[in-house]
């Protein structure tokens, strides 16, 4: 069994799902962050820096008693200064390096946006960017375990961020950023925190064009991994897209609680399956496992046990 972490905090900033993501009008940053210091930023760390604010808020005191160089930050992107490493070539091959802004330049790392994060509310411990396709924020979620196991990390922000891609043939672009609270649960029952509830996590990375015995194989390892973390016991919800991929996944995951339930294919980030895991952990109807896969082989299944009667304590969204 993965190990679990217990979420005591979610932080939303995402534009309303009846309403177009990529205009930027959904999103003042004045009015979220302040009029000072964040003008600059590019909008992936802006979106991250307000959710990571109503996650804290969220979890309630989570920071007494965690020493800042036990706090620790992982955020997962696939896009997040797509759009600033566009700009950035336009400008190098229209003009010249020398062109370039200093007050944007830095954050051509995308480790920088994750750094700001920790910077805002002092977490001096752990702090990394992940960039696996699709199931990068998921896997923050499970790095934030290890990091729990190892003795690295007493309270972890866990997260995605992305910004829209420029190209305009891109399809499905994401804009916003979630952030969990992550505890270890011994921590989290010590100081009398429910939370939401508990997930674990586990990631794989299937070969391209498996035939015959490798992909029996390959079902094989999906299938416990699935019944690891208890897809025979709870519905399951997937956010599959229509590659090999994902077929050979629907295909290998046992969903005995009725059929799998498919809440949509997942967009150009890994944005999405980070809403989906948030959604998950405020519903009121009961455990469930979410399994997300794409075309890249990139494959996350996570299981959520719902803490019964939690609710929000104040909004955790933009």
């Known amino acids: 069994m993965s190990s679990q972490v217990v979420v005591t905090g979610i932080g939303v900033c995402a534009p309303p799902a009846e309403g177009p993501a990529a205009d930027g009008a959904w999103f003042d940053v004045r009015t979220q962050l302040g009029r000072r210091g964040y003008k600059y930023l590019p909008a ?17 005191d989570c920071l007494d008693g965690a020493a800042e160089e ?43 946006l994750t750094s700001r994060l920790s910077m805002e ?10 960039t696996s396709p699709l199931v990068a924020g998921l896997e923050s979620v499970q790095v934030g375990a290890r990091a729990f196991a190892a003795g690295r990390s007493t309270l972890l922000l866990a997260g995605a961020m992305e910004q829209a891609v420029p190209a305009p043939e891109a399809a499905a672009p994401e804009e916003g950023a979630v952030v969990l609270v992550l505890e270890p649960p011994e921590q989290a029952e010590a100081r009398g ?35 690891s973390l208890g897809a025979d016991q709870v519905p ?14 629907a295909g290998a995951v046992p969903a005995a609680v009725g059929p799998i339930r498919d809440a949509g294919p997942p967009a150009a980030g890994s944005l999405t399956p980070m809403l989906r895991l948030a959604d998950r952990l405020r519903a009121d109807d009961g455990d469930s496992l979410l399994v997300t896969a794409a075309g890249t082989g990139n494959v996350a299944m996570v299981r959520i046990w719902r803490t019964a009667g939690s609710t929000p304590r104040r909004s955790a969204g933009c």
């Open 236 to 249: 399951v919800y997937a956010l599959l897209d229509d590659s090999p991929v994902s077929e050979l996944v």
């Open 193 to 227: 925190a429910t939370g939401y509830g508990r997930c674990a996590v586990r990631t794989l990375l299937l070969p391209h064009g498996l035939t015959g015995t490798a992909r029996e194989r390959a079902e094989a390892v999906l299938r416990e991994a699935a019944l």
């Open 44 to 60: 992936a760390c802006q979106y991250l820096l307000v959710a990571g604010r109503h996650a804290l808020d969220d979890a309630v």
């Open 70 to 112: 036990d706090r620790g930050v992982v955020v997962g992107t696939n896009n997040g200064v797509a759009a600033l490493h566009d700009e950035q070539d336009r400008t190098v091959i229209a003009e010249h390096a020398n062109e370039l802004s200093p007050v944007t330049a830095p954050f051509g790392a995308v480790n920088v």
């Open 121 to 130: 509310h002092g977490f001096k411990g752990i702090s990394l960017t992940l």
